[in-house]
């Protein structure tokens, strides 16, 4: 069963770190293009970041850049999401998702490239 599970949300006050785990079964990460998203209430999906399967980079929304890490552990089979410097804005439902096809740069903050989905991990920061 294909499945990406996420984990590592949690209640943390303005200015503390989380990282965000999505570890997958029933398939390998290592070719596919990976993309965190994150939904706040009333609010649309919104991208965070992505690992590109094209040029191996990683890239980041500019609410996030300099603040997230995204990174990869193949022998896990899992991804993570670094995130420091949590601000109230930041609260919202994380999600992960997995593109088995190519995953360029241009293409990441698009949810329809992306084939499989996690169920989520909520993140909340309180000042």
């Known amino acids: 069963q294909v499945q990406l599970v996420e984990s590592g949300g949690g209640l943390v006050q303005a200015g503390d770190s989380l990282r965000l785990s999505c570890a997958a079964s029933?398939?390998?990460?290592?070719?596919?293009?990976i993309g965190w998203f994150r939904q706040a209430p009333g609010k649309e999906r919104e991208w965070v970041s992505c690992i590109s399967n094209i040029d191996g980079r990683t890239y980041f929304a500019d609410s996030v850049k300099g603040r997230f890490i995204a990174s990869r552990d193949n022998a896990k089979n899992t991804v993570y999401l670094q995130m420091s410097g949590l601000k109230p804005e930041d609260k919202a439902n994380y999600f992960c998702?997995?593109?088995?096809?190519?995953?360029?740069?241009?293409?990441?903050?698009?949810?329809?490239?992306?084939?499989?989905w996690g169920q989520g991990t909520q993140v909340n920061v309180r000042d």
């Open positions: 029933g398939f390998t990460l290592n070719y596919f293009g």
């Open positions: 998702a997995a593109d088995k096809g190519h995953l360029p740069r241009s293409d990441c903050p698009d949810p329809r490239e992306y084939d499989y």
